[in-house]
């Protein structure tokens, strides 16, 4: 038994209040956003077809798939998937050049989307010489950037449209002391 001061013993010690805990409010962390990822610059490089196996063999097979696929996205949906590879098809059938003057417009449309700085002539000659790899590097691109060209733009568009799920970090605990 712990033996207990009793009468004036116990009023004239000073009492000490147990220590206080400060919890202050969560942090949040939101994610973020496609605008807010490397502005200004290519996400990937234009050989780093490697980093999507999957869309690297869909373009080496069917590269107007590919074409069609960002075509959709860049165009908010106003091209669709199948009418820009067709097109994209006819035009590599009747005159290579042709095709490649078609396609590094929507290269210029990705960079304008991406606030990427080129020229237009550059585009061009990235498409005739290596198209496969322009193709990879542009569907990485708004992939990386939040849009999903093998959905489409619909579902791409009602992606973008959701509002971001912030991550709630707790914060450490602090003792006061008075």
Known sequence: MCPRKTGAAANSAPQSA??????????VIAPPTPAQ???GKWTTGLFDCYEDVPNCVI?????????????????KGTTTCCGAATICSCLSCLFFGFFCC???????????????????????FIHL?????????????????????SA????????????????????????MHH
């Open 18 to 27: 147990p220590p206080q805990i400060y919890i202050p409010p969560p942090v």
């Open 37 to 39: 990822k490397a502005p």
């Open 59 to 75: 373009t080496l097979m069917c590269p107007c798939i590919t074409f069609g696929q960002i075509a959709e996205i860049v165009d």
């Open 102 to 124: 078609y396609t590094c417009t929507f290269r210029s449309k990705v960079r304008g989307l991406s606030s990427i700085p080129g020229d237009p002539l550059i585009d061009c």
């Open 129 to 149: 010489l290596l198209y496969y790899c322009a193709f990879c590097q542009e569907y990485r691109e708004l992939k990386n950037r939040g849009l999903d060209p």
């Open 152 to 175: 489409g733009w619909a579902a791409s568009h009602q992606t973008m449209q959701q509002p971001a799920i912030p991550v709630v970090m707790a914060p450490p605990v602090q003792m």
